[in-house]
């Protein structure tokens, strides 16, 4: 069965430090697909990014950067200079393309603090 | 195009009451699903449907009813609250052409149950 792990449950930065979220993932399947929602204070869900399993290239966008290693089965999120409104939790989550059911399976989520 | 939509936002129940939150999609979306919140464990799967007239089980199905009528509606039923139902609702749809596809979600309905 497929399980994704943020091992990370709170982390609390200064202002401009970067911060490194972790997510390792669990999957019988050769095609899947990996994302990173972001959930602000307000609630709701942000999409931040996909990355299919054949896809291994790394993402920069912005501020943000995401790394993406099958050998260690590790989706981890990169924040550059992180700031106050960077403050939320971030969520890693998977879906299997094999089960045909097309919902995610979530991690526990990793709240990021930003302090001024 | 309004995307996800939920009601209500904010619920209080008492032990035992039945309530249905509501979810619409206008986007012709075919599969939609629903999540609920706890602290520390994420959001886990209910129930999810890949089309009008199908539905299945999710992760943590017990207490929750759900059918799918139509294509833009998706609404889940508590028959009888309990207090550990207590949570945030997330409902979800997105495009079946394309297992890559993206999942929009809703703003979510938060539930106390008493």
């Known amino acids: 069965a497929q399980k994704v792990t943020q091992a990370q449950t709170e982390i609390s930065v200064v202002e401009k430090e970067d911060v490194t979220l972790d997510c390792v993932y669990e999957?019988?399947?050769?095609?899947?697909?990996l994302f990173w929602y972001k959930q602000p204070p307000s609630g709701e869900l942000v999409f931040l990014i996909r990355?299919?399993?054949?896809?291994?290239q790394n993402e920069i966008s912005g501020r943000y950067s995401w790394n993406f290693q099958k050998s260690t089965s590790s989706f981890n999120f990169t924040i550059t200079a992180s700031q106050v409104v960077d403050s939320a939790v971030y969520f890693c989550?998977?879906?299997?393309?094999?089960?045909?059911?097309?919902?995610?399976?979530f991690g526990s989520g990793t709240r990021l603090q930003v302090q001024p | 195009n309004a995307g996800v939509t939920q009601t209500p936002k904010f619920q209080v129940l008492k032990t035992g009451q039945s309530m249905t939150l509501q979810c619409a999609q206008d986007?012709?979306?075919?599969?939609m699903s629903w999540y609920r919140q706890d602290p520390g464990m994420g959001l886990r799967l209910i129930h999810y449907?890949?089309?009008?007239?199908?539905?299945d089980q999710g992760e943590v199905p017990n207490g929750y009813n759900v059918s799918r009528s139509t294509t833009e509606d998706f609404p889940l039923r508590l028959l009888s609250a309990a207090p550990s139902q207590t949570s945030v609702y997330f409902c979800?749809?997105?495009?079946?052409?394309?297992?890559?596809?993206?999942?929009?979600f809703g703003p979510g309905t938060r539930l106390t149950v008493l």
């Open positions: 999957t019988r399947d050769t095609t899947y697909y």
């Open positions: 989550a998977l879906s299997e393309a094999g089960t045909g059911r097309r919902a995610l399976t």
């Open positions: 990355r299919n399993s054949f896809d291994e």
């Open positions: 449907s890949v089309g009008a007239g199908i539905t």
């Open positions: 979800a749809s997105r495009s079946g052409t394309g297992i890559y596809n993206e999942q929009f």
């Open positions: 986007m012709n979306h075919e599969y």
